[in-house]
């Protein structure tokens, strides 16, 4: 199980259209900067961030660009320029969904997305137990990110997950109102306390804040 940044936002990334990362000292101050890149509608792929932002960052951009409308159909080597494009540190994401990896035993492996329900949100922490007591390991998962800039808003939307595998690799997940998980807030991590035999509970911890124990 692997967690991941989710599809519910902006950054959308595929094998053929990965996010991007350029980065390097655009403004030649002694500090790193980074451009996170991603594919629009029409192919190609732009900046993240408005002219304004990115100035705010790395002010010789504003010489560079001086007009919005030019900004707004500049390509990355339009801004920073082809060289330094290509001189950049490059980083690629080619996806953001959470997945379970499949080990096919022949040194290969494939990447199952989660369903919807674990996409919705950042992921921040699993838990694998048999949950239902079928036998088969499920999964029970908490996240979200409440330390994301204003422009790119708080991950929020994730409440906590169960999901009940069926031991041949597919998920399905449990609706909040019979897992009973409704864990609004930035949670960090999901750990098992054994308190005695046969008496086991679920901590759920909360960044800046209370956690929530449950059974
Ligand atoms: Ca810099
Ligand atoms: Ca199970």
Do not use: W
């Amino acid at each position: 199980m692997v967690g991941n940044r989710g599809e519910n936002s902006f950054f959308k990334a595929t094998s053929a259209q990965p996010a991007r990362l350029y980065a390097g000292d655009y403004d030649q101050n002694g500090r790193l900067d980074a451009i996170p890149c991603y594919y629009f509608k029409d192919g190609r792929a732009y900046p993240k961030h408005s002219l304004d932002e990115l100035a705010n960052q790395i002010p010789l951009i504003k010489k560079k660009m001086t007009r919005y409308a030019t900004y707004s159909k500049a390509s990355i080597e339009d801004i920073i320029g082809a060289k330094e494009a290509t001189a950049s540190e490059k980083r690629f994401a080619h996806t953001f969904s959470s997945s379970y990896v499949e080990n096919k035993g022949d040194m290969t492996f494939r990447l199952n997305p989660l369903p919807v329900e674990a996409q919705f949100s950042t992921l921040q922490s699993m838990l694998v137990g048999d949950f239902n007591a079928d036998k088969h390991p499920d999964v029970l998962l908490c996240g979200n990110d409440h330390g994301s800039d204003v422009d790119s808003g708080r991950q929020d939307a994730s409440l906590g997950l169960l999901l009940l595998g069926n031991g041949r690799g597919n998920f399905t997940s449990v609706p909040a109102h019979r897992s009973g998980l409704y864990l609004e807030g930035d949670y960090r991590r999901v750990i098992r306390l054994k308190v005695v035999e046969k008496q086991v509970f679920y901590f759920f911890l909360k960044n800046n804040g209370r956690g929530e124990i449950m059974q």
